[in-house]
């Protein structure tokens, strides 16, 4: 099949390198013209494991195009996927402007009957929106054509989005049109191939399933996390208390990771953005609100227990910490929403500095910090450096915020040689408390209220 896909960020480029793996003839279109010289280069904007190789051999195969030109991307589909950004607006709500001018630049263009495709998350109604932009643009050029808007959410995982894509949980297809309806079964036949995960439903249930299921992943980790913070009150371990849930088939072992909190691309702005929609509608989501709150609170406290650690301001000022892991989650360098910046500018607004390391974020993070900090940057304050080791160099403490594999097992005697207060701060629960104390080293975890009850 001829697939178009506007938008080259992660969805984008995913979405298209697999329908491409799976024999369509794929036109990725992007407005960044230095992103689509970039891949039409052979280079890949993004690290996500087994996409570059997947990219190049589509690529190579004639089966994967990329361009920055409309009239080219239009003209090549018979399915055109809208899978650009929908970044929160000030007031939270979903920003529909990429989309909808996507949406408007295909109607000025398509000459023949089309799928449109809602790929990007959007709220209930976005759908309605999008067919109207495309039908008064068809209006304005007098074009009698027929096209059908579906809702065919994406529900990958950063860092393991090829394998999502191609192996999905389940592909939901929202849409009013029979013959649509058709076209998206025959597109995702090589995805769907021994198991039915196709989930067919109206366009507005598949819109709200989306949040839904982003919303639901956010309250279990937001609800996690507040039971570790009691756990640590009452002395308890929040890992035993995971295995001891997460074995109950109800309840399930996913997503019950205790940490420094959600950040990323979505979950921060999906939550916000069907609070948003309730609001509109007058009616208060609780539940949510209340995920939402202790999220925020939950990024300050691996900073509040450094702060205690060291006996409050006066006892942080000018300590060095070290700090590994940047990236929002393991295995992406994307740092949209990542706890390490809030983190880092705790630290730095207490008078610490901080030397840190990522494996694939260093670049961006750099970007990122380099125009929130400026200063710190200049003075050697803030630090971004080439390896674990070289962030252990002439520091106090360590902080863990993101769980990248290679910080899985240090070797503690040697991080207590170099750590001057011989104190580890584990952000995301990688380490076994007993362990770390072994080698002579302090250990705050999040909810290892044995850990403290043990020293
Ligand atoms: N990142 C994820 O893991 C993920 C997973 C599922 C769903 N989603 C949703 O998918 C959508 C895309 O997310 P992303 O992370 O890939 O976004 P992104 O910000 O990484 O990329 C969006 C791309 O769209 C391009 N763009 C913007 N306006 C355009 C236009 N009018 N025409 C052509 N290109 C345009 C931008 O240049 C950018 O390259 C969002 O709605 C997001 O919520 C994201
Ligand atoms: O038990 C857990 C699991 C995750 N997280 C954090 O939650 C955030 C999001 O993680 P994850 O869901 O793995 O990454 P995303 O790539 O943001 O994927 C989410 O958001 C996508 C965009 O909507 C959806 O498509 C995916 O299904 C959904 O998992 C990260 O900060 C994680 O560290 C925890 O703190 N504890």
Redesign the pocket.
Known sequence: MKVTVIGTG??GLVSGACFAEAGNKVMCLDLDAAKIATLNAGGIPIHEPGLEPMVARNREAGRLLFSSSYDEAVEHGDIIFLAVGTPPDEDGSADLSHILSAARSVGQRIRRSVVVVDKS?VPVGTADKVREAIASELARRGADLRFHVVSN?????????VN?FMRPDRIVIGSDDAEATAVMRQLYKPFNRNHNKLIEMDVRSAELT?YA??AM??T??SF??ELANLAEDLGADIEAVRHGIGSDPRIGP??????????????PK?VKALLKTAGDRGRRLRILDAVEQANEAQKSVLFDKISAHFGGSAGLRGLRIALWGLS???N?D?MR???SLVLIGQLLAAGCSVQAYDPVARDEARRILQARHPDAFGSGALAIVASAKDALQDVDALALV??WQEFRSPDFDALAACLRRKVIFDG?NQYEPAEVQAAGLAYHGIGRGTAGAAK
């Open positions: 992660y969805v998350t959410p994406e529900f990958l995982k950063e860092g393991a989005a999502d989306k299921a982003n992943l956010a279990r980790i996690m996390n996913s997503f019950l990771y205790a940490g420094v909190g959600y950040g990323g691309s979505c979950f999906d929002f989650k393991p992406t994307d929403e990542a706890p993101t769980e995301r």
